[in-house]
């Protein structure tokens, strides 16, 4: 059974960078037809999608955080990570990694489907 | 504008039916990207519910059901039970943000 495990630290103050590492394991990270992704949920609010990439990659963005996201993969470790730069309070989230179902348009993966499984969470936040 | 709109809350009392919408636009439900839904009980992280618009993951109860008709989509549950409440979320893609949006969330509550 897939499972996704978050980890990072807890606690980032503001203007610096937020890092965190998503460990799967149950299943290889170079899957043909998965992507990986994060989603947060501030505290008593909804979810909001950060982003997602592929494994070779290729990454895709929400359009309000790209300027501050950069996602990265290490194959031989089975992870995937998260940079978040510049963040303020409104950063201060669950932080949620996920797999993302694609579809192939082209030739190529889209991250065009649903998130499952997810993992449990780490709640992130940003004060001085 | 990319948005994904659900009622904040809707309540149902034990076995009745209720329906939770989700309204969007041109650029994602009403381009024919599928809809997806996820029950988060409170304390735990999302779980998929209802994945392509009506399909239910191994061990979802077929108490619970998806449609999907031109810019908008519903869940259903039937047979209400108080293990049901829950806040339910809808997902789709978006062509014009090249990405996931997700609505804003509907909270039921079993009477």
């Known amino acids: 059974q897939l499972q996704l495990q978050e980890s990072g630290p807890g606690l980032a103050k503001p203007s610096e960078t937020l890092s965190l590492t998503c460990t799967v394991s149950g299943g290889s990270i170079s899957s043909s037809s998965y992507l990986w992704g994060w989603v947060r949920q501030p505290p008593g609010k909804g979810l909001e999608w950060i982003g997602t990439m592929y494994y070779s990659g290729n990454t895709y963005y929400n359009p309000s955080l790209k300027s501050r996201v950069t996602m990265s993969v290490d194959t031989s470790k089975n992870q995937f990570s998260l940079k978040l730069s510049s963040v303020t309070a409104a950063d201060t989230a669950m932080y949620y990694c996920?797999?993302?179902?694609?579809?192939?348009?082209?030739?190529?993966?889209?991250?065009?489907?649903?998130?499952?499984?997810w993992g449990q969470g780490t709640l992130v936040t940003v004060s001085s | 504008q990319s948005v994904l709109t659900q009622p904040p809350s809707v309540s149902g009392a034990p076995g009745q039916r209720v329906t939770i919408s989700c309204t969007g636009s041109?650029?994602?439900?009403?381009?024919?990207?599928?809809v997806h839904w996820y029950q988060q009980v409170p304390g735990s992280a999302p779980k998929l519910l209802i994945y392509?618009?009506?399909s239910r993951p191994s061990g979802v109860p077929d108490r619970f059901s998806g449609s999907k008709s031109g810019t908008s989509a519903s869940l259903a549950i039937s047979g209400l039970q108080a293990e049901d409440e829950a806040d339910y979320y809808c997902q789709s893609y978006d062509s014009s943000l090249s990405g996931s949006l997700f609505g804003g969330g509907t909270k039921l509550t079993v009477l």
């Open positions: 392509a618009s009506n």
């Open positions: 996920v797999r993302h179902a694609g579809g192939y348009k082209r030739g190529e993966i889209l991250p065009v489907k649903w998130f499952d499984p």
């Open positions: 041109s650029s994602n439900i009403g381009a024919g990207y599928d």
